[in-house]
């Protein structure tokens, strides 16, 4: 059997609009001002603590929870009111994952550094959340780019890593794949630019997911 391990936001689900009004939520807990859009993506990846961390180096770690908590909050309600439409699927993402779920030879897994409420929330809204063999999020695991989630999925399908492949759009999916000894294999569409993920080990990067069939066959054959 194969493994095929998706990130979320920035793989799957378009959720760049839902993230920044969330964060500017969490800096104004703060009444610190918001970073720059490019630096709020460039984190897009990480556990939330961390990122936050990561973007307001210089605060105290009760500040930090303060800001935490507000995002969440700005988060959840921004889901309620918009719905799915929060975090959009990217075109071709369905068809794809129904495309490889319909397969005997290949299980599906995802690995996110989304909170475990962010993610049963969104995968409500997918009747073909039954396709994934294991789910891992942040909640259960050290942040991306420790192979943590990797490992656990790997162990809950029953698949070896070098039968394994990680579909992620940043550097940290990247570094965590190879942390695991799995492939790793990009996309462009996402946070972080296509030199990055070859710099972080990406074998290949895709520019749409028409192409991933092609790109998971190579990377097994290879």
Same mark, same amino acid.
């Given at each position: 059997?194969?493994?095929?391990?998706?990130?979320?936001?920035?793989?799957?689900?378009?959720?760049?609009?839902?993230?920044?009004?969330?964060?500017?939520?969490?800096?104004?807990?703060?009444?610190?001002?918001?970073?720059?859009?490019?630096?709020?993506?460039?984190?897009?990846?990480?556990?939330?603590?961390?990122?936050?961390?990561?973007?307001?180096?210089?605060?105290?770690?009760?500040?930090?929870?303060?800001?935490?908590?507000?995002?969440?909050?700005?988060?959840?309600?921004?889901?309620?009111?918009?719905?799915?439409?929060?975090?959009?699927?990217?075109?071709?993402?369905?068809?794809? @994952?129904?495309?490889?779920?319909?397969?005997?030879?290949?299980?599906?897994?995802?690995?996110?550094?989304?909170?475990?409420?962010?993610?049963?929330?969104?995968?409500?809204?997918?009747?073909?959340?039954?396709?994934?063999?294991?789910?891992?999020?942040?909640?259960?695991?050290?942040?991306?780019?420790?192979?943590?989630?990797?490992?656990?999925?790997?162990?809950?399908?029953?698949?070896?890593?070098?039968?394994?492949?990680?579909?992620?759009?940043?550097?940290?999916?990247?570094?965590?794949?190879?942390?695991?000894?799995?492939?790793?294999?990009?996309?462009?569409?996402?946070?972080?630019?296509?030199?990055?993920?070859?710099?972080?080990?990406?074998?290949?990067?895709?520019?749409?997911?028409?192409?991933?069939?092609?790109?998971?066959?190579? @990377?097994?054959?290879?």
């Amino acid at each position: 059997m194969k493994l095929v391990i998706f990130d979320v936001d920035g793989t799957l689900v378009d959720s760049q609009a839902h993230i920044m009004a969330s964060m500017e939520a969490g800096f104004a807990a703060a009444n610190l001002p918001v970073p720059a859009r490019q630096e709020v993506l460039a984190i897009v990846g990480l556990s939330l603590p961390l990122a936050m961390r990561e973007l307001a180096r210089d605060v105290d770690d009760e500040t930090i929870a303060i800001m935490v908590a507000a995002y969440k909050d700005a988060f959840q309600a921004h889901r309620l009111k918009v719905g799915a439409q929060a975090s959009p699927l990217y075109p071709g993402a369905e068809a794809a @994952i129904r495309r490889l779920g319909a397969r005997d030879d290949v299980l599906l897994a995802i690995a996110t550094g989304k909170s475990r409420r962010g993610l049963k929330a969104l995968m409500e809204g997918w009747d073909f959340a039954p396709l994934f063999t294991s789910v891992q999020c942040a909640d259960d695991h050290p942040s991306k780019p420790h192979p943590s989630m990797v490992m656990a999925c790997l162990a809950e399908a029953g698949v070896e890593a070098k039968d394994a492949v990680v579909v992620g759009d940043t550097t940290y999916d990247m570094e965590m794949a190879r942390a695991a000894m799995v492939a790793p294999l990009g996309v462009n569409w996402g946070y972080h630019g296509v030199d990055a993920l070859h710099a972080t080990g990406a074998r290949m990067v895709i520019d749409t997911f028409d192409a991933l069939d092609g790109a998971l066959a190579q @990377i097994w054959q290879g």
